[in-house]
């Protein structure tokens, strides 16, 4: 009987040791759990760098796209890599400040930015964070509003003249700085566009790691909560809405849209399946955007 009572203890112990692990590597690995960028776990949580990725998602002159390339040190010491794409004579066009999603870099954006000056003529400015594409360091919640307000910093003092229109576009991760730039620099913006919108983190977690989500108390590094920041913003805003997106659901648009409510305009319209790429479903898409853009712009 006591070597029963024995071996059940030992079982015990044993699963409280497992549990503890687990617990303690989803506190001490939560950016790579949350952060994609194809680096997870490696030393400094560094990305894949662009030179790795597949043809015509390294650099825009594969698309035969004229572009600089800055390297803009931070205000805490990281290089963070960007893109200046800009049209000809481009202080005649608004630019567009581009934060991406959860994964991958700003190669794998090409395609859209190439459609962004082809169909609505901007100039896009778009960079990489902290940890993503040839940016060194590891991503984090400080870290990202760091990249995202000194990269803002650097295209007004270093590139754009004054007075020069400008709007964030952000998609899923994206979106949460681009409110937080609309929030923090109201003034220097016009409107903001969000690409698949989430409510917050622990909705996120929910669904990409059920068995986490009752320990989601240790992602308190990156508690990214767009739910609760959306009723400070008084820009404009459009949202899009995307369907059968892996990692954000779209009624999350639709809450985030309902809760926007200092915003001066709002608008929600729907992405096209990547069936319907370069068809007139897609132009009618970007004409939308391009409604969107002109309106803001005279109404300021």
């Known amino acids: 009987m006591n070597n029963m ?25 939560q950016e790579s759990l949350i952060y994609f960028n194809y680096g997870y776990f490696q030393i400094g949580y560094q990305g894949r760098t ?17 572009f600089e390339e800055f390297n803009i040190t931070t205000r805490d010491g990281y290089n963070i890599s960007s893109w200046w794409i800009p049209q000809k004579n481009f202080t005649n066009y608004p630019t567009l400040v581009y934060f991406h999603g959860f994964e991958g870099n700003i190669g794998h954006r090409l395609q859209k930015i190439q459609e962004f000056l082809v169909y609505l003529k901007l100039n896009i400015f778009i960079i990489d964070y ?8 590891f991503p984090s919640k400080i870290g990202l509003k760091i990249d995202s307000e000194d990269s803002l910093n650097f295209l007004f003092k270093s590139i754009l003249p004054r007075y020069h229109p400008v ?63 959306i009723e400070k913003v008084n820009k404009s805003i459009m949202f899009i809405e995307v369907a059968n997106d892996p990692i954000v659901p779209s009624y999350h648009t639709d809450i985030i849209f309902d809760k926007a409510k200092k915003t001066i305009y709002k608008e929600i319209i729907k992405k096209p399946g990547k069936e319907t790429n370069h068809s007139m479903e897609n132009q009618n898409f970007y ?4 409604d969107f853009l002109k309106q803001t712009i005279y109404n300021n």
């Open 167 to 229: 709007f964030i576009y952000g998609e899923t991760l994206g979106t949460s700085l681009a409110i937080h730039l609309a929030i923090t620099n109201s003034t220097k913006i016009l409107g903001i566009i969000l690409e698949n919108v989430f409510t917050n983190i622990s909705s996120i977690i929910d669904i990409r790691y059920p068995i986490a989500r009752y320990f989601k108390s240790f992602f308190t590094r990156n508690c990214w909560d767009n739910y609760e920041e």
């Open 5 to 29: 009572i024995s071996l059940i203890l030992k079982f015990l112990l044993l699963g409280a040791f497992l549990f503890g692990a687990y617990v303690l590597q989803l506190y001490m690995y």
């Open 50 to 66: 662009l030179n790795l990725n597949n043809p015509l998602q390294r650099s825009p002159s594969e698309l035969g796209l004229e």
């Open 130 to 137: 902290r940890g993503f594409g040839n940016s060194n360091g």
């Open 287 to 290: 004409a939308k955007i391009g």
